[in-house]
Nanobody, 124 residues
Framework: QVQLVESGGGLVQPGGSLRLSCEGSGRIISMMVMGWYRQAPGKQRELLAKITNTGHKYYADSVKDRFTITRVNAKNTVYLQMNSLQPDDTAAYYC??????????????????WGQGTQVTVSS
């Protein structure tokens, strides 16, 4: 069984930056694709980015110029560097993981494993 634990959320001013971390554990975590979703109040969950264990990355168009996903395989940890944050980025951010080749639905339906979420609030 895979477990994912996020950290790094918090309150930041518009234009600021945050780095989220997600540490995975479990026998198969090292082979899994890891990524990030977010969900704002009243909105559908949204896929932001994902990364394979060989470093192949995907970004949603809405964040590709501001967010960077990285991964340290030795630590089974994935990071999401978020820059130029705006109030619209306020949401609960969730780490996710699934097997290679699995489909990552935009709304997260069917994704195998989830963290508990970390709140990001962008406000002055």
């Amino acid at each position: 069984q895979v477990q994912l634990v996020e950290s790094g959320g918090g309150l930041v001013q518009p234009g600021g930056s945050l780095r989220l971390s997600c540490e995975g554990s479990g026998r198969i975590i090292s082979m899994m694709v890891m990524g990030w979703y977010r969900q704002a109040p009243g909105k559908q969950r949204e896929l932001l980015a994902k990364i394979t264990n060989t470093g192949h990355k995907y970004y949603a168009d809405s964040v590709k110029d501001r967010f960077t996903i990285t991964r340290v395989n030795a630590k089974n940890t994935v990071y999401l560097q978020m820059n130029s944050l705006q109030p619209d980025d306020t949401a609960a951010y969730y780490c996710a993981a699934d097997l290679p080749g699995s489909k990552w639905a935009v709304d997260g339906a069917g994704v195998r494993s989830w963290g508990q979420g970390t709140q990001v609030t962008v406000s002055s």
